[in-house]
């Protein structure tokens, strides 16, 4: 199994789902799709050592409709929004420390 693999078999293990890689926007409302990342990130972060990783260091990467929850994700720690961004997890960490996206849709003012 190689680190992607290890990846998504994370996710899933942490979703507890097969067969989603993240909460689709015509299927649930928003922001859920917002708040499942981060509880991701919650977890990740309490399971970092188990899989060798660095909880002060996560980075969210996706790309076109991942990669525009990846920067939503990477913009919204701001303890104003935690109420509704984070309901139940409030004083959780979500914060990432960086964010690479891929033909994201980052404009959404245009036509």
């Keep these: 199994m190689g680190a992607l693999d290890d ?3 994370i996710y899933m293990t ?3 789902k ?17 708040v499942d ?10 399971n970092a050592a188990r899989y ?9 990467s996706g790309g076109s409709a991942g990669g525009h929850l990846a920067a939503l994700l990477a913009l919204t720690d701001d303890a104003a929004l935690r109420a509704a961004l984070q309901p139940g997890f409030e004083r959780d960490a979500t ?4 964010c690479v996206t891929f ?3 980052l404009d959404m003012g245009k036509n």
């Design 95 to 98: 914060a990432v420390q960086a």
């Design 52 to 60: 060798h990783g660095d909880a002060s260091f996560v980075v969210a």
């Design 7 to 9: 990846l998504q078999a």
């Design 103 to 105: 033909y994201a849709p």
């Design 14 to 16: 942490m979703l507890g």
């Design 37 to 46: 990342l981060k509880r991701c990130v919650v977890w990740l972060r309490a």
């Design 18 to 34: 097969a067969g989603e890689s993240y909460l689709l926007g015509g299927e649930h409302a928003f922001p859920d799709n917002l």
